[in-house]
């Protein structure tokens, strides 16, 4: 068989057999496993992307005749903890991937092992405090709490306390939160009626999911959004309250409350792609639940799938708005040297550079694209034993982002955004400005 037998055709996805009961059966899961790792064994061309290819092939060339049989079962777990989903070799790398033969897909077989791991009671409490995005935020929401919290982010010997008790490192940058809420400032913003204007590509009007991160910890891209669609005349609403897209419990393994806040979220935005809305998520890993990971969960799920159709990332939709001839061009200030990164929940939607593309409208405004893994994904770059691992990943960012001397420094994802500002100061690069992409279109427009 040629290694490349099947594999010129574009990479396609299988739905996830997550409710089958083989699917968390511990010694098919390790036959698939051994499997999958002699595969790439044999390959080793991830070599490059996280901790996990280098983890197996550092317990391969251990045993004494350097093949995956050789290593305990129980040390495949070691590998599974370094895979943080971030999609990117089976989208960018992997040869072996469906409709390839071998039917590879790595990142769903450690997402079955973290799986397997959580209905086993494995998952550390810190893990599932951590993973509970939309809880924290609404008890940090308090305004005492955010107080409170904030006081001890910004406290050495504090943030101490919390690396012992909950194994967050004490150097990771983590978010603060904000003393209102994204829905809060909202209801005080005047409201600027539109009519809606369709286009060839594109809904002319919006639904806006706001996502944890941007409800409770930085509203402000969220209002950058929303006068951004007011400059271009595009009416919106916000989704009804929403729950947590689900994709920190993805990454912890799980499913059962993936499943339960998808039963919170998908019948409001089925109801909005219905009236005909083109949903906006400005935090990708909740476009990429959406438009990915729960289309794949609930496949016979016509609303889930209504939704994927409708989900839109800003920039993508801002794209195909200009293509239509109805955005907004008349910028009233240049941004200079950007550099941005693409995160790589962006990456994996295969939408192009879309962020960039649009940020080169703006007229006096150079854009370098980094498209590299940052290191930081979600929760798993601030617990002590992987954050020197994720600013490992991401010096190579760093150095790449800190040169020619920008003006501002992006990412859409606002985590890898810090992550890469925090790499930077700590190699003692200079420094710039970080800035989220919405936010620097919205200052293009002098808004």
Known sequence: ????????????????????????????????????????????????????????????????????????????????????????????????????????????????????????????????????????????????????????NASALARKAMESALGVDAKA??????????????????????????????????????????????????????KILDRNKIPYVLAEKEACCGMPKLELGDLDTVARHKEQNIPRLAKLAR?????????????????????????????????????????????????????DTGFSQALGKVSYHIPCHSRVQNVGRKTAETLRLVPGTEVKVVERCSGHSSTWGVKKQFHATAMKIGRPVFRAMAEDEPDYISSDCQLAGHHIEQGIAEAGLKQAEMVHPLSLLARAYGL
Not at 63 to 90: A, F, M, N, R
Not at 115 to 128: C, E, I, L, N, S
Not at 310 to 323: H, I, Q, T
Request: charged share 25%; hydrophobic share 35%.
């Open 1 to 152: 068989m040629s290694v490349r037998e099947g594999s010129l055709e574009a990479p396609t996805r299988h739905p996830l057999d997550w409710k089958n009961p083989e699917f968390y059966d511990e010694a098919k899961l390790f036959t698939e496993l051994e499997r999958t790792f002699d595969i790439c064994h044999g390959c080793r061309r991830c070599v490059s992307l996280c901790g996990a290819f280098p983890t197996l092939f550092d317990l391969v060339d251990e045993t004494d005749d350097g093949e995956v049989h050789g290593i305990p079962k129980q040390k495949y777990w070691s590998v599974v903890d370094q895979c943080y989903l971030c999609d990117v070799c089976y989208m960018t790398k992997c040869p072996y991937v469906p409709p390839h033969p071998w039917n590879l897909d790595f990142p769903h077989l450690m997402l079955r092992a973290k799986a397997v791991k959580h209905k086993t009671g494995h998952t550390a409490p810190r893990d599932r405090l951590l993973s509970s995005t939309d809880a924290l935020g609404s008890f940090a929401g308090i305004p005492i709490v955010t107080q409170a919290v904030n006081a001890v």
């Open 173 to 226: 940058w983590i978010p603060d939160y904000a003393p209102r809420t994204f829905r809060q400032l909202e209801k005080k913003t005047p409201r600027k009626p539109h009519l809606v204007r369709d286009g060839e590509r594109t809904p002319g009007k919006v639904a806006v999911y706001a996502t944890c991160y941007i409800n409770y910890n930085e509203p402000g891209i969220g209002q950058d959004l929303l």
């Open 275 to 327: 009236e005909g809305y083109a949903i906006l998520t400005p935090i990708p890993s909740c476009t990429l639940m959406f438009k990915q990971e729960l289309p794949l969960m609930f496949p016979e799920d016509a609303d889930v799938q209504r939704v994927r159709e409708a989900m839109w990332d800003p920039f993508e939709y801002l794209v195909e708005r200009n293509r239509d001839g109805l955005l």
